[in-house]
């Protein structure tokens, strides 16, 4: 766990290959510290934001939460009391290691790990969700009908938080962001060999879409209010209000 990213440099993944196993869990942390612009702050904004909307007796879902870094901060920042937290992901791998962490961490909120399907998970009694770039690996035609299940979840008032890796309509503007992003990642030391296989790797599997395309969705499944807190290149978060 922990250890530094060197996963493209000395193999090869086919387009489309990339899945979150084993390799990927064990240099989970670096990767996405070095890859997604603004992390380290995202994480904590999240813990800050469901501390305001968390409401008593409640649950607080983290929806492909990997190792759990959003559901840790949560818990560390909370304090409506009663709260159930619920960790979700799909790879054995990532809820393995979340559990290490949690032992590892010891008193605190107890925290339901679950290896599933985020599809197929039932949002109940929540006042706060979570999806922190997991919608982009979702198909297309699920992603309404995944919206949906979250804001019928939802208590009055709850919120979800939702950050993603953005496309653009604007080609010059698409062209820019990539650019700005492809420098990012070789400002923390990937080379251009790495980027180029992660990027072929990813092909097909992250579907990124505009900014007004996660804002009208998210209206459409019945969320009453939506607002982009966050934008470091490419890569933004937004908080939908029940």
Known sequence: M????????????????????????????????????????????????ARRYAQQGSRIYDLGCSLGAATLAMRQA???????????????????????ILEQQGEG??????VEDIRGTAIRDASVVVLNFTLQFVSLADRLRLMQGIAGGLRPGGIL??????????????????????????????SELEIARKRDALENILISEPVGVHRARLIDAGFSEVYQWFQGFSFASFIAIK
């Not at 909370?78 to 290490?100: P, T």
């Not at 503007?173 to 650019?179: F, I």
């Open 2 to 49: 922990n250890q530094k990213d060197t996963l493209f440099s000395d193999q090869i993944m086919e387009p489309g290959e990339f899945v979150f196993d084993e390799r990927v869990v064990s240099v989970f942390p670096d990767m996405v510290n070095r890859s997604v612009p603004g992390y380290a702050l995202i994480i904590p904004m999240i813990g800050l934001l």
């Open 109 to 114: 909120a107890l925290v339901e790990a679950l």
């Open 78 to 100: 909370i304090e409506a009391r009663g709260v159930e937290f619920i960790a979700v992901d799909n790879s054995a791998e990532m809820i393995e290691g979340l559990k290490g």
């Open 161 to 190: 938080i939702l950050s993603e890796k953005l496309c653009f309509e604007d080609a010059l503007e698409q062209e820019r962001q990539t650019a700005w992003h492809h420098d990012f990642k070789q400002a923390q030391g990937y």
